[in-house]
């Protein structure tokens, strides 16, 4: 059974960072790309930052580029996001999903077939 478990939500002011954690089991991480997703209040839900299981290719969106790091530790099959320089704007609940690729290529995109349940994410202006 695949499990996506995420941590680390909270509040934090504008101009904070916050680290999110992405605990997986139940595939070979290697063959997925594992991403994580937010979706604000009365918004769709986007792609922030997706990373392959195997080669550790990313893909930031535009809103996040310099400001967010995606980076794994395969040896726990565990996915980060580190956060700096938030801004009320990033305020949502953030899912981490995961898709077979194969290990080929990084989409990131909202057809990821396993899903987490969210953790909130509230940056205080």
């Known amino acids: 059974e695949v499990q996506l478990v995420e941590s680390g939500g909270g509040l934090v002011q504008a101009g904070g960072s916050l680290r999110l954690s992405c605990a997986a089991s139940?595939?070979?991480?290697?063959?997925?790309?594992i991403g994580w997703f937010r979706q604000a209040p009365g918004k769709e839900r986007e792609g922030v930052s997706c990373i392959s299981g195997r080669s550790s290719s990313t893909y930031y969106a535009n809103s996040v580029k310099g400001r967010f790091t995606i980076s794994s530790d395969n040896a726990k099959n565990t996915v980060y996001l580190q956060m700096n320089s938030l801004k009320p704007e990033d305020t949502a609940v953030y899912y981490c999903?995961?898709?077979?690729?194969?290990?080929?290529?990084?989409?990131?995109?909202?057809?990821?077939?396993?899903w987490g349940k969210g953790t909130l994410v509230t940056v205080s202006s």
């Open positions: 139940g595939f070979t991480f290697d063959d997925y790309a």
């Open positions: 999903a995961a898709d077979y690729t194969g290990g080929v290529g990084v989409p990131c995109y909202d057809g990821f077939y396993y």
